[in-house]
T-cell receptor, first 111, second 115 residues
């Protein structure tokens, strides 16, 4: 079965510094990969997805993700972090109706 | 456009009681989903519906049932709640149920506590 792993429970960065939230995946077919963000007491908000084509995917709020087939990774990045980026981030892989989520990474951006 | 609404926002329930969580979407999406979110486990799919009139089981369906009488509504029922069903429940929808490339959009969630 397909799966994703988020190896870091917590990521701390200083405001203005670049951030990376890591995700690796395991699929038997084509990977369809997603990133979502969850703010406290809210539902998940879609950030971006990789379907095919360009390995660098640009999404909402200045986020981007790099698809790397050889490393089976789909890391989320942002060149300059904001305090307001502090939230819980989920990577997911989808096959038809079945979307599998990682356990989540809590990002804290300190002023 | 409201997107997806869920009710109630939160609920405390005695074990053994029946409970229905409501979900309504106004995007005319064909597919709808129910997930539960538990700390350290991410979100897990309970049931899904690719189109009105059809439903399917997800990763953790036991103890839950769903129905899809029309496009907009997708209620989740706990026939006899148990404490292990304490969780945050999210409803989601996407345009095409079988399309891996379609984005799923999520509701605000229902926090359920079973005592």
């Amino acid at each position: 079965a397909q799966s994703v792993a988020q190896p870091e429970d917590q990521v701390n960065v200083a405001e203005g510094n670049p951030l990376t939230v890591k995700c690796t995946y395991s699929v038997s077919g084509n990977p369809y990969l997603f990133w979502y963000v969850q703010y406290p007491n809210r539902g998940l908000q879609f950030l971006l997805k990789y379907i095919t084509g360009d390995n660098l995917v640009k999404g909402s709020y200045g986020f981007e993700a790099e698809f790397n087939k050889s490393q089976t990774s789909f890391h989320l990045k942002k060149p300059s972090a904001l305090v307001s980026d502090s939230a819980l981030y989920f990577c997911a892989v989808r096959e038809a109706h079945d979307m599998r989520f990682g356990a989540g990474t809590r990002l804290t951006v300190k002023p | 456009i409201a997107g997806i609404t869920q009710a109630p926002t939160s609920q405390i329930l005695a074990a053994g009681r029946r409970m229905t969580l409501r979900c309504t979407q106004d995007m005319r999406h064909n597919a709808m989903y129910w997930y539960r979110q538990d700390l350290g486990l991410g979100l897990r799919l309970i049931h899904y519906s690719n189109t009105a009139g059809t439903t399917g089981k997800g990763e953790v369906p036991d103890g839950y049932s769903v129905s899809r009488a029309n496009t907009d509504d997708f209620p989740l029922t706990l026939a006899s709640a148990v404490p292990s069903q304490t969780s945050v429940y999210f409803c989601a929808s996407s345009d095409r149920g079988g399309a891996s490339t379609d984005t799923q959009y999520f509701g605000p969630g229902t926090r359920l506590t079973v005592l």
